[in-house]
């Protein structure tokens, strides 16, 4: 199983960046997935999430009406959209899936808002 994250970097505030998580060695198909961040200092939080039909749900109230998560079952790929980017939203980005007994998470791609 491997999750790959790509596309983070720095941007200006107000900027826009889609984050990719390439998915490997399971059904991508039948699972939720999950992305989540970690900024300094604090503790990883869930940002959002998206089922295996395309649904997607926010935790962050932040991330609402900015962010959206999408995936291409295809190419077992999930996207991460975000706009109107803060300086708060600085943080490593995870992809995350889960299964009974497992938590599975990428490296991580980190995000970095700054002027």
């Known amino acids: 199983v491997q999750l790959v994250e790509s596309g983070g970097g720095l941007v200006q505030p107000g900027g826009s960046l889609r984050l990719s998580c390439a998915a490997s060695?399971?059904?991508?198909?039948?699972?939720?997935m999950n992305w989540y961040r970690q900024a300094p200092g604090k503790e990883r939080e869930l940002v959002g999430s998206?089922?295996?039909?395309?649904?997607?749900?926010y935790a962050l109230d932040s991330a609402k009406g900015r962010f959206t998560i999408s995936r291409d079952n295809a190419k077992d790929m999930v996207y991460l959209q975000m706009n109107s980017l803060k300086a708060e939203d600085t943080a490593v980005y995870y992809c995350?899936?889960?299964?009974?007994?497992?938590?599975?998470w990428g490296q991580g791609t980190q995000v970095t808002v700054s002027s």
């Open positions: 995350h899936f889960q299964t009974l007994w497992t938590h599975y």
């Open positions: 060695g399971f059904t991508f198909s039948r699972f939720d």
């Open positions: 998206i089922d295996s039909a395309g649904g997607s749900t």
